[in-house]
């Protein structure tokens, strides 16, 4: 280990020196929060501690991967196990076998799978395969959810229900995101209209059923249930990105939540992520058989990767998924996380800040506002420069939430009851 001191301005400093914008992944850079970004050197149970040795109650769990919390130990031996035989072969294994059924043996939806190494690659490949297997071009998406950097789902939405959508990012192409509908969530007659409109064309509905990615925003069981009715009356398939839902709000993921409240409910398409490698770069998408057999080598719907299925990624990711399906991990993890997001409303109800929330087992959001958002603008509409103030002054006190209000925060195995209360009171002192 380095003996000379490094700060976190420092490593900064360095790191925008050869990196742009000093991260690989933009939302780490605080652009939303202002200041500088925490540079992490170890974690352990639910704390993290940065480059000046500063610890924090971690509610971010690397984006939702960390659902046992960091360093667990059966995790850490399967994953030294693995990586002592070989780190890659590019070659099929047993273990990817092993976890392909554990992950089916949950999704029921599911008769098949595929590994890859990101949620991007897998979100990107579920679209392709749905557009394979119905011979469709276009794609249904909503305001708000993030699949990824795909360039077909880089999409804001255009000026109407008959114009597709414009890029959100320089480089992508009108013309690659002229097949890409953007819609708002939870609206129903607008989806309506689209497929009568669009019916005949449309592949592919994709959605985050419970959206973390502007923050936590749940599709109502109406809105569930009318795009699968669309779907299926018009032949194209429903795909839920649960990348960062699955495995994380339930042991059956939101799909399992919706198919208790519409009896039958089942989406077409599957995208897993996040928890499933357990920290480890690894995703997967899934469907029933029929679906998954366009895929290359069986059928016409080319997909591939020299890393997918790694070794020490499914070793991990296994590890993790056989913890969370002991008995009564769900029921306590919900628990803490409503202990959480109900410590958080009350002192904020004591300084007397409006404050709202929601949590579904390891996943919350809360939002400076009156009234749970349940759109994209609604979520935009709510005390951004609030969030921000509270954001810093929790990290001042030592706890580290996203550092975007437009982010899903994630409760693990590991946070303990004082964990939460030291939460709650930080929260008092910093909205006081
Ligand atoms: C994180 C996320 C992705 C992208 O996954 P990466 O591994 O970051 O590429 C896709 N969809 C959803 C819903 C996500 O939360």
Redesign the pocket.
């Known amino acids: 280990m380095s003996t000379s001191p490094k700060t976190n301005a420092q490593l900064f400093e360095r790191a925008q020196k050869v990196i742009p914008g000093g991260v690989n992944?933009p939302v780490r850079a605080f652009r939303a929060v202002g200041g500088t970004p925490r540079f992490i050197a170890r974690a352990q149970g639910p704390y993290i501690f940065d480059a000046e040795g500063t610890r924090y109650i971690d509610y971010i769990g690397s984006?939702?991967p960390m659902i046992l919390g960091h360093g667990h130990p059966a995790v850490l031996e399967a994953v030294h196990k693995a990586a002592v035989d070989g780190f890659s072969f590019g070659a099929p294994t047993e273990r990817e076998v092993e976890l392909a059924e554990e992950i089916l043996s949950l999704v029921p939806s599911m008769d098949q799978l595929r590994l890859v190494s990101?949620?991007?690659?897998?979100?990107m490949s579920a679209l392709r395969l749905a557009r394979g297997a119905t011979g469709r071009s276009k794609i249904i998406k909503f305001e708000g959810?993030?699949?990824?950097?795909a360039d077909a789902l880089l999409v804001k939405a255009g000026s109407g229900l008959a114009t597709f959508g414009h890029p959100t990012s320089a480089g992508v192409p009108p013309e690659v995101v002229q097949h890409t509908l953007v819609l708002e969530y939870n609206n129903v007659a607008q989806i309506e209209e689209a497929f009568k409109l669009q019916g005949h064309s449309i592949a592919c509905v994709v959605i985050?059923p419970i959206a973390?990615?502007m923050n936590f925003v749940r599709a109502s069981v109406p809105f569930i249930k009318r795009i699968r009715e669309l779907c299926t009356q018009h032949g194209a398939l429903f795909i839920f990105?649960?990348?960062?839902?699955g495995f994380r709000v339930a042991l059956g993921s939101a799909q399992g939540l919706y198919a208790k409240a519409i009896p039958g409910f089942e989406p077409d398409i599957s995208?897993f992520?996040?928890v499933i490698g357990g920290g480890m770069?690894l995703?997967a998408f899934g469907a029933k058989r029929a679906v998954m057999q366009q895929l290359a080598p069986l059928g016409p719907v080319y997909q591939a990767g020299t890393l997918s299925g790694n070794p020490v990624a499914t070793a991990c990711g296994l590890a993790t998924l056989r913890e969370l399906r002991k008995p009564g991990f769900f029921d306590a993890l919900s628990t803490s996380t409503r202990t959480l997001l109900d410590g958080l409303l009350a002192s904020a109800k004591t300084a007397g800040v409006p404050m709202v929330g929601d949590c579904e087992g390891g996943m919350f959001g809360f939002f400076f506002a009156d009234m749970l958002p349940t759109t994209y603008s609604e979520v935009m509409a709510t005390d951004k420069e609030r969030f921000n103030r509270f954001f810093h002054a929790m990290l001042d006190r030592g706890v580290y939430f996203a550092p975007a209000m437009y982010e899903a925060g994630f409760v693990s195995a590991a946070h303990t009851g004082a964990d939460l209360r030291a939460t709650a009171d930080a929260a008092l002192q910093a909205l006081s």
């Open positions: 992944s984006w939702g990101s949620g991007t690659e897998a979100a959810c993030y699949h990824g950097h985050e973390g990615n990105d649960e990348v960062m839902t995208v992520g996040k770069p995703a």
